[in-house]
């Protein structure tokens, strides 16, 4: 178990909590395989996870599946048309319950092996031969739930049943969500494209916070350059979440078609959105699209990231233009991110690697410094120690 002074080994002495005179942390801090299980652990055992939008499970007894952390889960709507998470485990022997991605279970949840059966609630119902077996109460069974909470129409979860609500937790979240798609609650997934990265997942994350190596590392990147009016590129750090805004940047120049007639209105005026939270999902909205996307990046062991991108829209259908910024994103940009994202971390397994200075001006008000990094991993940090 990581304590804090192996922590303060595997970060490196020159990482400090001045993010203008600090360094970036050791290639420790993102290969060894202990800092991997305290991260499941401590940070995404804490934290809220990002899991899917309501949309996806409409109606009750619609449900979905996945992993987080390593549990397999499903998240399922009610009768009552409350959205519950449990953990996706019988309570007999522990066969998985729901192995579709997605679906509808009807009234009731039925485990395909001795067909033992739930609510929609998670509160057995019934096993064949119940009421043979001596003393046995079927009141005291229920499935293993996870605390869930929906805000701007998604879905999170978290396994701490003590766990702050996210809305107490990070109050700027959901008026900034309202903010980028005023009737964000009304979005429908259209789209959903998964990506293995053979990088860590800290890697991929900080990679996605920070701008300062948009203007050189590649054609696709230099395009999101000509996204954004870099001269009303602004950012605010608050907690949990770090907002980025700016006007949209010359349309000629954009890498997709601009959608004039239905684009996105956003309550306060900006044309290129995006909100990060803590601790592995971005939403964002880009100028002359109708779509919102979330990247989800979730760690698949210490040197792996299972990333999601999921696409959104008010009526569940792209506009053409929007499908050409979607190809942008999907097959030009986050390509470019994810080989970026691989060679660096197989940078930090070098022998020949010394952290370098991060690059943060001294009033951090520069859009392209890399106190966004910094913040990042202090809050990593805190929850490893928690």
């Excluded at 996945?66 to 549990?71: L, N, P, Q």
């Excluded at 043979?132 to 999170?156: C, H, M, N, P, W």
């Excluded at 990333?307 to 986050?334: Q, R």
């Amino acid at each position: 178990m990581l304590n804090h002074d192996k922590i303060a080994e595997l970060v490196g002495p020159d990482f400090t909590q001045d993010a203008t005179r600090t360094h970036a942390a050791k290639g420790s801090y993102y290969t060894d395989p202990s800092v991997h299980q305290a991260e499941l652990d401590k940070v995404f055992g804490h934290e809220w996870n990002y899991f899917c939008h309501q949309s996806q499970i409409q109606t009750a007894g619609d449900y979905k599946t996945g992993e987080v952390a390593g549990h397999r889960i499903y998240v399922i709507r009610g009768k009552d048309d409350i959205i519950r998470g449990f953990f996706n485990v019988c309570q007999h022997r522990g066969h998985e319950l729901l192995s579709a991605p997605e679906g509808n279970a009807g009234g009731s949840v039925v485990c395909p092996y001795h067909a033992w059966t739930y609510g929609l609630d998670g509160q057995l119902r019934g096993a064949p031969m119940m009421n043979e077996v001596q003393g046995y109460d079927r009141a005291k069974v229920r499935l293993s739930a996870i605390k869930t909470e929906v805000v701007g129409g998604f879905v999170f979860l978290n396994f701490d049943p003590d766990a702050q609500p996210l809305r107490e937790l990070a109050p700027e979240f959901e008026p900034i969500l309202t903010a980028m798609v005023p009737d964000v609650d009304k979005l429908q997934c259209v789209k959903v494209k998964d990506f293995d990265i053979a990088a860590n997942w800290k890697i991929v994350t900080e990679n996605f916070l920070e701008a300062y190596h948009v203007e050189f590392s590649g054609d696709a990147h230099r395009a999101l350059g000509h996204i954004i009016a870099i001269d009303s590129y602004r950012f605010t750090i608050k907690g949990r979440t770090i907002e980025y805004t700016a006007d949209g940047g010359d349309e000629a120049l954009l890498p997709y078609d601009s959608n004039q007639t239905n684009a996105f209105s956003n309550a306060r005026g900006y044309n290129f959105h995006q909100v990060f939270l803590f601790p592995h999902m971005t939403f964002s909205v880009f100028p002359g699209t109708n779509m919102m996307f979330v990247f989800n990046m979730r760690p698949n062991g210490p040197e792996r990231t299972a990333e999601e991108i999921i696409y959104f829209t008010l009526d569940g259908s792209m506009t053409a233009p929007t499908e050409t910024a979607e190809a942008y994103v999907s097959e030009s940009l986050n390509p470019e991110d994810i080989s970026l994202c691989e060679a660096v971390h197989r940078g930090l397994k070098s022998k020949g690697y010394t952290p370098g200075r991060l690059m943060v001006d001294p009033g951090m008000e520069a859009p392209w410094g890399e106190q966004f990094v910094h913040h990042f991993n202090m809050l990593n940090l805190a929850a490893l120690t928690r």
